[in-house]
């Protein structure tokens, strides 16, 4: 029985404007982007498609056309057919296709992940001995270990923001955090604040709980250095970071009940929050008495940001610190498999999150836990290789894609895993689905957006190996090659679908 199903106007939103650069038959490309959605995770699988007639009435094609695309979706795997349910998407196998690496896999830029952190085998064998003492306990505990809690709180001290055990709750990682905190705090209908574009599962987490989403732009800037911008995160044209403005009136005009904000390396665009900013937003929070939710995954993955900030709750005063929630992981520093995260809050929110936890797990796992508290004694030696070997891959990747693919405006981030960058022609969802035929995995913009937005942008990972970055370079220029785009955008309108 299949009970996820996407409606017509829902559908039509994530098409965006299919056609606008198709050069074969109309179906062929309504094929190719409804396979984007589902290769991307827009229109997750066992999900039913609107019916023929419903869709080819809304698109105002013919129900044939509509039903080609769905044969070449069925004959190509995308979908099969269900009795009383129509057409439900599915992943196919994956076959082989041309350009793919010596050992057959694909290339893969739709992570942005690093390698494991080199000392992390040592960090295990390290605390064995501490682990064997806790085999007598019953290793269940939503608040999560002692040790690892006081490392955390000690780790944010040690920032500058004073705190306590009682402050800690200890996740399955990061997003696990982000979903728990969603079906805590909200009830269907509630607003929430984002960022857009942002990190795609949190718009999922904020749904899956019933949250209605009230975005906020965020620009990147334009090529790694000040672009005429205010400084606080708003001004005149040519202003890169956050809508200030937008942000503030967002809080204002719908008294949402949380915001997710990234205000260290945001994801995608690797823009930092200014500390004027912070503080406004904090304050407005408060006005409204809302929380802000921050993601402080990427925060210490500086590479050459000349500003040191604080954790985002160190910006309030007595009336306004306990309107932020922070969120934390080892995902991006240590190991994207170390599934160990963490939650920052009072802890009046931090019972309360323990009370609602176990209707879905049980708890982290202790190995884990004692592993992370032993690397977060001295944190600084993994901070210090991570921040070398981003500034090392960042070079490559930009200097290798502005040789070969001079007509891309690639920005230079000054920390985070990515760089935004803009392809000049809203082709983003093309150059996806061309890639793949060239052994290289990419995300499309619109997967950092919401209802479509962003086909002008592809995020590209910076800290992979250089053999990878260059081999996924050649396959990116050749799948460019291969996109029907229209005429190249002027530089003035670099960012004109951010508003």
Do not use: C
Request: hydrophobic residues 45%; without cysteine; charged residues 20%.
């Amino acid at each position: 029985m299949v009970d996820a199903r996407i409606g017509t106007r829902a559908l039509l939103s994530l098409l965006g404007d299919w056609r606008q650069t198709a050069s074969g038959p109309s179906y062929l490309a309504l094929f190719d982007r409804i396979r984007l959605l589902v290769l991307d995770g827009r229109i997750p699988t066992d999900t039913r498609l609107p019916a023929e007639r419903d869709l080819a009435q809304a698109l105002g094609v013919s129900r044939t056309m509509v039903s080609a695309a769905y044969r070449e979706l069925r004959d190509a795997g995308y979908t099969h057919s269900v009795r009383g349910s129509g057409s439900v998407t599915r992943l196919p196998g994956r076959a082989p296709v041309s350009g793919q690496d010596p050992a057959g896999e694909f290339i893969d830029f739709s992570k942005a992940t690093s390698p494991a952190y080199p000392g992390l085998y040592a960090a295990t064998q390290r605390v064995m001995d501490d682990y064997a003492v806790e085999l007598g306990g019953s290793g269940i505990d939503p608040f999560g270990s002692m040790t690892l809690r006081e490392a955390v709180a000690a780790r944010y001290t040690e920032r500058g923001l004073p705190t306590s055990v009682e402050q800690v709750m200890i996740t399955i990682g990061a997003q696990h955090a982000i979903s728990l905190l969603a079906r805590t705090l909200l009830a269907r209908g509630d607003r929430a604040v984002v960022e857009l574009p942002s990190y795609p599962h949190a718009y999922e987490a904020l749904r899956s709980a019933g949250a209605r989403l009230v975005p906020v732009a965020v620009t990147a800037r334009g090529d790694g250095q000040s672009d005429g911008g205010s400084g606080d995160g708003g001004g005149g044209s040519g202003a890169h970071g956050w809508d200030a403005t937008g942000l503030e009136q967002a809080f204002a005009r719908t008294s949402p009940t949380l915001a997710y904000l990234m205000p260290d390396f945001h994801n995608p665009t690797g823009e930092s929050m200014p500390a004027a900013l912070r503080e406004r937003a904090l304050a407005a929070a408060a006005r409204q008495g809302s929380l802000v939710l921050a993601d402080e995954t990427t925060s210490e993955l500086n590479i050459d940001r000349p500003e040191s900030f604080l954790p985002l709750a160190a910006y309030g005063d007595a009336a306004t610190a306990d309107s932020a929630v922070l969120i934390g992981s080892v995902g991006k520093t240590v190991w994207a498999g170390m599934r160990v995260g963490w939650i920052r809050a009072t802890p009046a929110i931090i019972r309360k999150l323990a009370g609602a936890r176990f209707s879905g797990d049980l708890g982290t796992p202790v190995l884990e836990q004692l592993i992370v508290a032993e690397l977060l004694r001295d944190f600084e030696p993994v901070l210090a290789l991570r921040s070398e070997q981003l500034r090392a891959s960042r070079e490559i990747l930009v200097r290798t894609l502005r040789d070969t693919i001079p007509e891309w405006h690639v920005p230079v981030p000054d920390g985070g895993l990515a760089s935004w960058v803009n392809l000049g022609a809203a082709v983003s969802s093309q150059l996806a689905l061309a890639a793949r035929s060239q052994g290289l995995l990419l995300t499309a913009g619109p997967r950092f957006g919401i209802d479509g937005a962003f086909e002008r942008f592809i995020r590209i990972p910076i800290n992979l190996p250089q053999g990878e970055l260059e081999r996924g370079v050649v396959a990116l220029r050749a799948a460019w090659n291969t996109v029907s785009r229209g005429p190249m955008v002027a530089p003035s309108d670099l960012y004109a679908d951010m508003v």
